[in-house]
Each structure stands twice: as structure tokens, then as C-alpha cells.
């Protein structure tokens, strides 16, 4: 399956935040990283002021289930020493899965495509780099 990972990082040393967690994606048998977006410097979407953000998009390859691959990814972001506290609360790291393949998911725990990814051009902007027929496709998707 085709998946598009959104990456983020605004505390700490973020890039080599960004390159660990993608050095962590690497190393999983079932995960392919087939695409990176250039890495861009964001201003923070609210929550308390804050630094800012570096983020980028990842384009992955992977057998596993969406709800099996955010497993992966939350456990990556604790790996990496992010906190769960207030709501776009700084982080050393964020992963969110943005798209996955085609599939349209809505359940407590999981949403795709990523229910905010279409207002912020932080997601968009890497998203449309590594995947400009994003653009067409985005037409035939119903939300």
C-alpha cells in the first residue's frame, strides 16, 4: 500500500529528530520509504507559543494496516521523547498518517486522510513535492 506520512519536529535538535524517526521507519521489514519532501520551516498552528516547526512528507510502502502502522508511529514518537500534553503542545516528534492509498477511515482513533491536512500548507505544500497528481486525485475524494 501506498501510504503518505506527514513529519514534524519543533523541539530539540529537529532535524536529526526527523532523520532518527526515518532511520526508525527504515529499519521496520515491512515499512519502504520510497519518497521524502524537502524539509520546510513552519510557523506553529496554535496551542501555547512555541518554536518553530520543521516538517516534511514521506511517501511509504507497507503491507501493514492503517491502525497497525499509527502502532508503529506513536510508538516511534515516544521513542523519540514526545509527551503527550496539551492539544499542538510542542514536540520533538510528529507522525501522522495523511493518506493511505485510497481508503477513507473515520473512527475514534484513527482518521484518513488526515482530517486537517487540506488547510495547511505545512502538509500540502512537501505532500504536492513528492506527489503532484495528488492534485487531480484530490478531486475524486469524497469527504
Do not use: C, W
Amino acid at each position: 500500500m501506498r501510504v503518505f506520512i506527514g513529519i514534524g519536529s519543533n523541539l530539540g535538535a529537529r532535524e536529526d529528530n526527523i532523520k532518527k524517526a526515518v532511520d526508525k521507519l527504515k529499519a521496520i521489514a515491512s515499512i519502504a520509504i520510497e519518497g521524502i519532501s524537502s524539509i520546510i520551516e513552519t510557523e506553529p498552528q496554535g496551542g501555547p507559543q512555541q518554536g518553530k516547526y520543521l516538517n516534511a512528507v514521506l511517501q511509504l510502502s507497507t503491507a501493514l494496516k492503517p491502525k497497525d502502522l499509527l502502532k508503529v508511529l506513536l510508538k516511534i514518537e515516544k521513542d523519540l521523547g514526545r509527551i503527550r500534553g496539551e492539544k499542538n503542545a510542542p514536540r520533538t516528534m510528529d507522525l501522522d498518517i495523511l493518506l493511505y492509498e485510497d481508503k477513507i477511515i473515520n473512527t475514534q482513533s484513527l482518521t484518513i486522510p488526515h482530517p486537517r491536512m487540506f488547510n495547511r500548507e505545512f502538509v500540502m505544500k512537501p505532500l504536492l513535492e513528492i506527489y503532484p497528481d495528488f492534485k487531480n486525485k484530490v478531486k475524486k475524494i469524497k469527504l
